[in-house]
């Protein structure tokens, strides 16, 4: 099965932006996601209602939501297990640190937020090999441009494809 995902981040909308950015939406759009996944700092509803438009949408809560949200999320998808996290619980957001995590809850992608800077890379350990993904901010990049990612599978292989809003 086929599977495309659209991976948010710090959005930051009523604390720090007005608004979601207008590119973003349109290329999320434009790319006909099948599911949305946001990693944290949503901090306000109306993101989601405006990605819920688009497509269904997962999310979990950073250090500036006040949204009932989990901390912690897995997501069967298309043939592989995904789990979310914000980060900023952790005592650290190395790789080998969020490659325990992400075996530790038996996901073969780990995303994660809070550094507000895409991030993408793949490490093997015990003999499993684990994603960590970052897709950065759209609204408040740090030392990196703004944008999101799109993650397809069709349950055996990843393919991650960054997508920078200007």
Do not use: C, Q
Request: net charge negative.
């Amino acid at each position: 099965m086929h599977l495309l995902v659209a991976v948010v981040s710090d959005t930051h909308v009523g604390d720090k932006a007005e608004s979601l950015p207008i590119p973003l939406l349109h290329k999320i759009r434009a790319s006909s996601p099948d599911l949305i996944l946001h990693a944290g700092d949503v901090t306000s509803h109306a993101v989601l209602e405006e990605l819920e438009e688009i497509a269904p949408v997962v999310a979990v809560r950073g250090n500036a939501d006040h949204l009932h949200l989990p901390d912690e999320e897995v997501v069967d998808a298309g043939g592989i297990r995904i789990g979310m996290v914000h980060g900023h619980r952790f005592f650290s957001l190395n790789s080998h640190f969020l490659t325990l995590k992400a075996i530790d809850i038996g996901v073969d992608i780990l995303i994660f937020g809070h550094t507000h800077r895409f991030y993408f890379e793949s490490f093997s350990l015990h003999g499993r090999r684990v994603y960590l993904l970052n897709p950065g901010s759209p609204t408040f990049p740090r030392y990196d441009s703004p944008g999101f990612v799109l993650l397809r599978t069709d349950g055996k292989r990843v393919d991650v494809r960054r997508v920078e809003l200007w």
